[in-house]
């Protein structure tokens, strides 16, 4: 063999080995605790240097003309202290080289020397500023800040800590940078999806006398999915054959739109009107659809009823207590969850009026009155804005304590987390991180809301964010604000008028056909097993026995909730 084709050879050889990924695995941890002492810095601090501050400031500077300096805790552990701040953008900061269109985690612990502040972290690239996460930090003890972003360009960039708490210190310790490739995130998605969407299942054939059946044929078909994936909808269903078919062909869980609200099911005080909603509700359940309850109130006072925003103080407490007791006890044992609280980070009217518990107190009696539904807190920017100090996770999940710890609200299994996702371009690795410190609370995690502004990217927006959100672990459901109205969606539709695809729609379409598992079609072995990998959903099993000339239909479900030793079936043929 010649040296030039050797090499040639050589060559081919050491670029098809670069393309198997083999991806550093994703670090889902994270928490929502305030601790004394710091937890190790992720992946040991990516691409940070001196990620721990065992060697002092090395390779850390002062950002924005503040004033760095060393501090060390009683027990050794070693910190940087920003002080002297004057402007919320002085803080320690670390050079870095990005990589082109590579993804980043970020986590860092952080400190104020008084009370609690607003700290975000910010990477400053060639004319822009890019927020990378946040967190509510307090003195006395370390949070963690879990975020990311994704690098716009190749080239250097400067990460650093802004606070608006000016004059107060801020200290940071164990702060971690790891960046990983589209192939390596693409492979977190896999390694997740395999497992927690889907189960390896023994089937087994037995004949009549109980014997294994060898050679039986086993085919199984895909029924119905197991994950709750749906749209919005809006009363316009129930007169539109067109839109009945194309919605019921694809979703199996939905939210009304608007007609559940109180500003629509009471628009005139003691005149109420549910015969939208029970119209809507019938027709759900009539197609094995189910309904997640939005909302009972929702804390923006512009959304309230207009007669309700002037009510004196004893008639709106008259007022919300018939109309917790109307909706509730009209629906209750029919939804599977209920917004009980809408958006109550960024607004107060009914805190403002009856006082900080008042969204615990609405909880308490939700519980009491449908105790099998989940209860949920109904946010946005939790995901979409990292830049947004109401929502961040760490402050999503303070509300959510408070309202688990009112006197009362012992029922902690059926607390839920509703987190909207309105997005505009979304930020792809803050919305895994965000969604890991929100896995700390325990409680199941729905995506309630998904929408995409339009542009030219809305539909490859779309995508990534449903890959993203699916494979988190964590998530229990998925669904899409995209209530169809002929006059235009809310923000985006997946049909046109006629209900054809819009390329949102394709998007859609093609991941309800990726998230399902293909009929399987094959022969046990010499033991009478057959073994298949499945999605969780609904499915119908047919094994026909090879000599005896019988077969036999069987229905299976595979759900999240079965165990390993609960996978193997038997079928007696």
Not at 280 to 303: C, E, K, T, Y
Not at 388 to 414: H, M, S
Request: charged content about 20%.
């Amino acid at each position: 063999m010649g040296r030039a084709l050797f090499l040639s050879l050589l060559w081919v050889a050491m670029l098809s080995a670069s393309r198997v990924v083999q991806a550093l695995p994703y670090d889902y941890s994270s928490s929502s605790e305030c601790l004394p002492e710091p937890l190790e810095p992720h992946y040991g601090g990516g691409i940070i240097r001196n990620a721990d501050f065992s060697a002092g400031l090395q390779g850390w500077s002062a950002f924005g003309y503040g004033v760095v300096e060393e501090g060390a805790s009683a027990s050794g552990n070693r910190y940087a202290v920003a002080r002297n701040r004057t402007r919320p953008y002085q803080s320690v900061s670390q050079k870095v080289y990005l990589q082109n269109d590579t993804h980043y985690t970020l986590t860092a612990w952080l400190q104020v020397s008084n009370g609690s502040a607003d700290i975000t972290a910010v990477v400053k690239t060639n004319g822009e500023f890019i927020h990378a996460g946040g967190v509510e930090a307090r003195s006395g003890c370390w949070s963690i800040l879990k975020g990311g972003f994704t690098a716009p360009a190749a080239g250097p960039a400067e990460l650093y800590f802004e606070s608006n708490a000016t004059g107060e210190k801020v200290m940071v310790d164990n702060v971690s940078l790891q960046p990983f490739s589209q192939e390596e995130w693409a492979a977190h998605h896999h390694a997740a999806i395999k497992s927690a969407r889907k189960k390896t299942v023994r089937l087994r054939a037995r004949d009549s006398a109980g014997k294994p059946v060898p050679g039986a044929q086993v085919r199984i078909e895909h029924v119905r999915s197991g994950f709750p994936l749906g749209s919005a909808m809006s009363a316009e269903i129930l007169h539109n054959p067109a839109y009945q078919q194309w919605f019921t062909s694809r979703f199996t869980v939905t939210t009304f739109e608007n007609e559940m609200k109180w500003y629509s099911t009471e628009p005139v005080q003691g005149s109420e009107d549910y015969s939208v909603p029970d119209a809507m509700l019938r027709f759900a359940r009539s197609h094995g659809i189910r309904v997640r309850g939005h909302n009972i109130f929702w804390d923006q006072p512009s959304q309230q009823p207009a007669w309700v925003q002037s009510l004196p103080y004893q008639q709106l407490r008259q007022a919300t207590a018939r109309r917790i007791k109307s909706v509730m006890s009209r629906y209750a044992g029919q939804v599977i969850a209920w917004d009980v609280v809408n958006e109550n980070l960024h607004f107060n009217f009914f805190e403002g009026r009856f006082g900080g518990d008042a969204s615990a107190a609405f909880y308490r009696q939700a519980h009491q009155m449908d105790g099998g539904a989940l209860m949920s807190m109904n946010e946005f920017n939790t995901l979409e804005q990292p830049g947004d100090p109401n929502a961040v996770p760490g402050k999503y999940l303070g509300k959510l304590f408070q309202i688990k710890k009112f006197p009362g609200n012992t029922n902690d299994g059926r607390m839920a987390i509703g987190l909207e996702g309105h997005f505009t371009t979304p930020n792809i690795p803050y919305i895994r991180a965000a969604l890991d410190t929100m896995s700390g609370a325990g409680v199941p995690i729905w995506l309630t809301e998904i929408d995409v502004a339009p542009g030219p990217n809305q539909a490859a927006n779309l995508e990534k964010i449903l890959r993203e959100v699916y494979a988190h672990p964590a998530v229990h459901g998925i669904i899409l604000w995209t209530a169809w109205h002929q006059r235009g969606c809310y923000v985006m539709c997946l049909t046109d008028n006629n209900f054809g695809n819009l390329p949102t729609g394709d998007v859609v379409d093609k991941l309800i056909r990726e998230w399902q598992t293909r009929a399987h079609a094959g022969v046990a072995d010499a033991d009478g097993y057959y073994e298949a990998e499945l999605f969780h959903g609904d499915y119908k099993v047919t094994v026909s026995h090879p000599v005896a000339n019988a077969t036999v239909v069987q229905s299976l479900t595979v759900d999240r909730e079965t165990t390993d030793a609960e996978n193997e079936y038997t079928i007696h043929v």
